[in-house]
């Protein structure tokens, strides 16, 4: 079956600290992952892609074939990041369509 | 605004009620996606178009229906409302057939009573 999960519905962290956003994945075929983020009163969006291999915001994410995981990292957490993270796979099927893990909380205190 | 547009933005209704959903991709986008996000089911993905043809399908209830006008904005129907069906429903369009980056709109809110 094609699933996205991410583990952690809160993560919670001091700013400073590094932060690990999980994401494990289940396809048969060749996985294309997204992770988007949704800050507080604003829209859903993109945040980064892993055939892009770029760092955005001082996030990025590892495709792990052997793990079936694209964790979200960044190693220093600022409290802006404070947002909701989803994770998202990319199925193929005639058109396309993306899937996306429950998303999880990213909480930085100050 | 040249952005994805929702509307209504929130809509209160009751049982049994059918209710549209409208949406205006991003200029230039010729895909349009449909996406319910409720708290146990996080994003689920309904419905997605192509230039004015249904591409794909995800877990969209019979008593749900969409199309794709030739202006390329789209709507959502619901029919026969129910307590579950009270969610956000998100529209999304991308540039290309097999939505690989989403511009997502504001989202409709949806409450059955």
């Known amino acids: 079956a094609q699933r996205v999960t991410q583990p952690e519905k809160l993560l919670s962290v001091f700013k400073g600290a590094p932060v690990e956003l999980k994401c494990n994945y289940s396809?048969?075929?060749?996985?294309?992952l997204f992770w988007y983020v949704q800050y507080s009163r604003q829209r859903l969006q993109l945040l980064l892609r892993?055939?892009s291999r770029e760092s955005i915001k001082g996030f990025t994410a590892d495709l792990n074939k052997g793990e079936t995981s694209f964790h979200l990292k960044k190693p220093f957490a600022q409290e802006e990041d404070s947002a909701m993270y989803y994770c998202?796979?990319?199925?193929?099927?005639?058109?396309?369509?993306?899937?996306f893990g429950q998303g999880t909380e990213l909480s930085v205190k100050p | 605004d040249s952005g994805v547009t929702q509307t209504p933005k929130h809509l209160i209704t009751a049982t049994g009620q059918r209710v549209t959903l409208r949406c205006s991709p991003r200029?230039?986008?010729?895909?349009v996606y449909w996406y319910q996000q409720s708290l146990d089911q996080g994003l689920q993905f309904l419905i997605q178009?192509?230039?004015?043809?249904?591409?794909a399908k995800g877990n969209i209830l019979e008593r749900f229906s969409a199309q794709q006008f030739p202006d390329l904005h789209s709507e959502l129907n619901l029919s026969s409302l129910e307590l579950g069906d009270s969610a956000l429903y998100f529209c999304?369009?991308?540039?290309?057939?097999?939505?690989?980056?989403?511009?997502f709109g504001a989202g409709s809110r949806l409450t059955v009573l």
């Open positions: 999304a369009s991308s540039t290309d057939r097999v939505g690989s980056v989403l511009t």
């Open positions: 396809y048969s075929g060749s996985p294309e």
């Open positions: 892993h055939i």
């Open positions: 998202a796979l990319l199925i193929y099927n005639q058109g396309g369509k993306l899937i």
């Open positions: 200029s230039g986008d010729l895909s």
């Open positions: 178009y192509y230039n004015g043809e249904e591409r």
